[in-house]
């Protein structure tokens, strides 16, 4: 069962998830982990036009890129809580409640734990939000293989974006057969990209079930690996 979360809830309900999953105990220098997975994913509107390019034999014709941006942030908290934020200020409020949550824990139990936030592909969803993160959260790590090829994120000492098809080496549908339960695999086929979305777009249910699936399995994922530890 999915548990929808909204803002005026979802702080408690974090908390609440972090302290009974409580953290790995950490190796020697090195910082414990929440065992509370956490999935991000964000969608997006292109709009582009044609331009034809007049060729001695033949006409070419290419795509320019108007401009692209977010209409839908969805964020999954354990495999069965859920949240869609459809601005930018609703998806930063999200992220400081996770923050919170985290140093919060931290203090409560005299830990450093950090807890981690799946990205299936971060260096896209990190050309859409590092303006807005640079401007609300202290960037405290980073790590990249090129300006554009984003794999580590650190906020403040205890939140963590991470690449998770980069690191694993696997595509997301292959990460979930892998790891997570036969209920819970990214869905295919049935979301159409070409379609223009707003943050004032009703979503049906078949595009909610998709978006869902791509960050519950992003959580579950992480909490069968870190049983391992």
């Not at 549908?173 to 009703?202: M, P, V």
């Amino acid at each position: 069962m999915i548990n929808i979360l909204t803002l005026p809830n979802v702080k408690q309900t974090i908390q609440q998830l972090i302290n009974e999953k409580g953290c790995t105990k950490g190796l020697e220098n090195q910082p414990a982990f929440i065992r509370c997975g956490v999935g991000f994913d964000s969608e997006s509107t292109t709009i582009s036009h044609i331009e034809v390019e007049k060729g001695k034999k033949k006409d070419k014709q290419k795509t320019v890129v108007d401009t692209c941006f977010n209409y839908a942030f969805q964020f999954a908290v354990s495999k069965n809580y859920y949240a869609i934020c459809r601005t930018t200020r609703e998806m930063l409020t999200f992220l400081r409640y996770i923050v919170e949550s985290v140093k919060t824990f931290n203090e409560n139990n005299e830990t450093e734990s950090r807890l981690i936030i799946w990205c299936a592909n971060l260096s896209h969803e990190w050309s859409f939000i590092k303006k807005a993160i640079f401007e609300h959260f202290n960037i405290t790590k980073m790590f990249a293989k090129s300006p554009r090829d984003i794999l580590y994120i650190q906020l403040e000492n205890v939140v963590e974006f991470r690449e998770c098809i980069g690191l694993f080496g696997h595509s997301l549908n292959d990460i979930a057969k892998h790891w997570c339960s036969e209920n819970n695999q990214k869905l295919t086929g049935t979301f159409d990209y070409n379609k223009i979305r707003t943050f004032k777009t009703k979503l049906t249910n078949e595009e909610l079930a998709y978006m869902i699936h791509d960050v519950t399995t992003l959580a579950e994922m992480h909490e069968n690996v870190v049983k391992y530890y």
